[in-house]
T-cell receptor, first 111, second 114 residues
């Protein structure tokens, strides 16, 4: 079993839709939770970072962490074609140490 | 630009050859990370430097892989006797360390071993 599981998609939605992306993880020692966006042939770019259970909102993006279920989510409201990318969840056990990534979900927002 | 830079952007080599991949982190960032990303997968950790020393090299797949950061800034990932299975995008990231653990990624080096 992988430490972090993520459905690779692809997920195709119409412009303006609400998108839900999810990951599960196996090790309850993980403490820090991140979502990265990666455009084709580019490096990952940090979107959201959180370390506690609950919701964190930033513009159209909301990150949700449920440590009891070992489940993290990213919601994108009013999705735009420019949101089309691969979304990677990443989890860190110790502050400043390595990130463990999910496989990434490919998102396509159709105009 | 002030971001992480990596050179070359693309590298094609033949099986058995030696390659070096370079990473220039963001100025002032003390932590530097190398990851490898295969097609359709997320990045996979290779090695992490804090300053000049390797704080965690548990992700290096075997002794053909080696990385250095002699002056605590630029880092070089070295791969000896390359194999076709080494083909991937090699990503470098840096972070400020201290009170910030946000990792900023470079664009990667796409390595193809023929």
């Amino acid at each position: 079993q992988k430490e972090v599981e993520q459905d690779p998609g692809p997920l195709s939605v119409p412009e303006g839709a609400i998108v839900s992306l999810n990951c599960t993880y196996s090790n309850s020692a993980f403490q820090y939770f991140m979502w990265y966006r990666q455009y084709s042939r580019k490096g990952p770019e940090l979107l959201m970072y959180t370390y506690s259970s609950g919701n964190k909102e930033d513009g159209r993006f909301t990150a949700q962490v449920d440590k009891s279920s070992k489940y993290i989510s990213l919601f994108i409201r009013d999705s735009q074609p420019s949101d089309s990318a691969t979304y990677l969840c990443a989890i860190e056990m110790e502050y400043g140490n390595k990130l463990v990534f999910g496989a990434g979900t490919i998102l396509r927002v159709k105009s | 630009g002030a971001g992480v830079s990596q050179t070359p952007s693309n590298k094609v080599t033949e099986k058995g050859k030696y390659v070096e991949l370079r990473c220039d982190p963001i100025s002032g960032h003390t932590a530097l990370y190398w990851y490898r990303q295969s097609l359709g997968q997320g990045p996979e950790f290779l090695i992490y430097f804090q300053g000049t020393g390797a704080a965690d090299d548990s992700g290096l797949p075997n002794d053909r892989f080696f990385a250095v950061r002699p002056e605590g800034s630029v880092s070089t990932l070295k791969i000896q006797r390359t194999e076709r299975g080494d083909s991937a995008v090699y990503l470098c990231a840096s972070s400020l360390g201290g009170q910030s653990n946000e990792q900023f990624f470079g664009p990667g080096t796409r390595l193809t071993v023929l």
